[in-house]
C-alpha cells in the first residue's frame, strides 16, 4: 500500500484547506482510509476516516463538524476538508490504508497503521 499526502499549507484562523491522499499498490474498495495528525509535543492521533466501499465516515469530536471527509473511488483519492480552522490544528497531518475498522483510530495503537510522509498545516492566530 502506498499513500502520498499533499495540500498542506500555511491559513489563518478561521480559513479553509483541503487535503488529499493519493493512494495505490492494493484493492481500494476492501479499505479503511483514516486521517491522522501529529502536534508537537503530542502522539500521533486519529481523527477521521471513511470506508470507501460503504461511504461510511467517522470523526473524533474535535473535528466533528468542521472536517469532511471524502473519496473520489475512481481516482484513488481521499480528501479531507478542513473548515474554520483553529491554531491547535496545526500538525502533520497523514493518511493510511488499512483494513481496521474505522472506530480503532481512537483505540489502536498508531504502530499498526502504515503513513505516508504527511504534509504539514499551519494554523496562525
Known amino acids: ?25 492494493f484493492n481500494f474498495d476492501d479499505y479503511k482510509i483514516n486521517w491522522f495528525r501529529k502536534s508537537r509535543g503530542k502522539e500521533r492521533e486519529g481523527i477521521s476516516c471513511i470506508n470507501v466501499n460503504d461511504g461510511s465516515t467517522y470523526y473524533i469530536d474535535s473535528v466533528k463538524d468542521r472536517f469532511t471527509i471524502s473519496s473520489d473511488n475512481a481516482k484513488y483519492t481521499v480528501y479531507l476538508q478542513m473548515n474554520n480552522l483553529k491554531p491547535e490544528d496545526t500538525a502533520v497531518y497523514y493518511c493510511a490504508a488499512e483494513l481496521f475498522p474505522c472506530e480503532a483510530i481512537e483505540t489502536l495503537s498508531t504502530k499498526y497503521y502504515s503513513f505516508g510522509q504527511g504534509t504539514q498545516v499551519t494554523v496562525s492566530s
Not at 4 to 22: D, H, K, N, W
Request: hydrophobic content about 30%.
Open 1 to 25: 500500500v502506498q499513500v502520498e499526502e499533499s495540500g498542506g499549507g500555511l491559513v489563518q484562523t478561521g480559513g479553509s484547506l483541503t487535503l488529499s491522499c493519493a493512494l495505490s499498490g
